[in-house]
Each structure stands twice: as C-alpha cells, then as structure tokens.
C-alpha cells in the first residue's frame, strides 16, 4: 500500500493550461516536500509546507498543505514547456526518511 | 549551499563485477544518506538509510550484502553493487540530510547498466 497517494500518474496538457495536481495519505506529516525531476538528474526541491493550510508560491506555481497535514496540492498557471518533467510529493518528518509518491508525469505540449 | 556531488554520473559494467557510488555533501554535514533506485517514469524507491559511523538499515526486500553501503564520514557515503546483474540496471540516486532542517538534497544520479 502507497502511504502517498499522487494524482494523477500522467498529465498531457496544452501550453497555457493549468492543472494540479494531489497528493493524499492518510497519515499525518510533519512536513511535505514537492520536488522536480528531469530524465537524468535528481529530484530538486521545490517547496517545503510544515503549517497545515499554509500556501506557498513560487512563481507560476501554488502549494497548499491540507488543514490536517495529510495532503497537499500543486498548482501550476499557464504551464509552460518548460515544466515538463516528473513532480513528486514527499512526507516525512525532521532528520528521517522520506515517503514518496508515485510521481506525476507531466508534459506541456508548445 | 547543500549541494550533494554524486559520482560517477553513468558507468557500464560486465556482469559479475562490482561497481561503487560514491556521495558527498560538499557544503554541509549529512548526519544521514539515503540510497534511492529509479526505474524509467516511475519513483523513487528507497533502498536503505546509513547514519554515520552505524549499520545502514535496508528497506524490505533490498539484500544488504549485495548493495553494500557505508557512511564512515559525514560529508561521504558509498553504494557498493557487488556481484552485479543486468537486473541490477537502474538509475541510483542518494540524497543527504541534516537533523537541523526539512528537506533533502539529492545527488545527480547514477545510471548503471550492466552488460
């Protein structure tokens, strides 16, 4: 059973769409984690949210962490090609390891 | 600042030997490394945690002598494939933390294949 339930696995989009995309578990974290992977390379940290209900943004793109620190949300505005690449959600706590989700495949097509 | 160097970025060995990763948090101390398998769009999946100067703790189903680990220092750790597979082909990533912050940063990755 995944503890990070990521939703969802496969994104297509046109060039200036938006999307989101969820992250859900049914444990509680004390922090989560997004981060960007591109073929190749490692993950690079995004965001970290540690405040249920907290928001974050970064440019294009919104965090939310949920009220209850069990779920999260990206969200990108008029995504870009750019943007292409595998986004994963993690939860874990300070100094231990990490849980990750399955991973969400997005392409943005020009 | 946290920046991890990761090495070598891809190597192909002969089935039967063994290769060794190496990871270095270059700017700060890494109380823990952990060792990460990726297979192509999928996540990652941990493989074991090393805290240095102590055991590595492996994940489920990861055998602990044919992925060696050691962390003797704590800007360095080493995956050590012994006695590799072309199973064994995947992309390896480590990442490093510290007690006092959220978050990890992770290495460049290293793409095994083995023939």
């Known amino acids: 059973t995944q503890l990070l339930e990521q939703s969802p696995q496969f994104l297509s989009i046109q060039e200036g769409e938006n999307l989101t995309v969820y992250c859900n578990s049914s444990?509680?974290?004390?922090?989560l984690q997004w981060y960007r992977q591109e073929p190749g390379e490692g993950p690079v940290l995004l965001v970290t949210?540690?405040?249920?209900?907290e928001v974050k943004k970064l440019k294009r793109l919104t965090f939310q962490f949920g009220d209850a620190r069990k779920d999260s949300s990206l969200h990108i505005t008029a995504a870009q090609p750019g943007d292409t690449g595998l986004y994963l959600c993690?939860?874990?706590?300070?100094?231990?390891?990490?849980?990750f989700g399955e991973g969400t495949q997005l392409t943005v097509n020009p | 600042g946290a920046v991890v160097s990761q090495h070598p970025s891809w190597v192909i060995c002969k089935s039967g030997t063994s290769v060794k990763i190496e990871c270095r948090s270059l700017?700060?101390?890494?109380?823990?490394m952990f060792w990460y398998r990726q297979f192509p769009k999928q996540s990652l999946m941990l493989m074991a945690t090393?805290?240095?100067?102590?055991?590595?703790?492996?994940e489920q189903g990861v055998e602990k002598d044919k992925f060696l680990i050691n962390h003797a220092s704590l800007t360095l750790s080493t995956l050590t494939v012994t006695s590799a597979h072309p199973e064994d082909s995947s992309f390896y990533i480590c990442?490093?933390?510290?007690?006092?912050?959220?978050?990890?940063?992770f290495g460049s990755g290293t793409r095994l294949t083995v023939v």
């Open positions: 990442s490093a933390g510290n007690r006092d912050f959220y978050g990890y940063t």
């Open positions: 444990s509680v974290f004390s922090s």
């Open positions: 949210v540690v405040t249920g209900g």
């Open positions: 993690a939860g874990g706590l300070s100094g231990s390891r990490l849980t």
């Open positions: 700017d700060f101390q890494a109380t823990t």
């Open positions: 090393s805290n240095e100067g102590s055991k590595a703790t492996y």
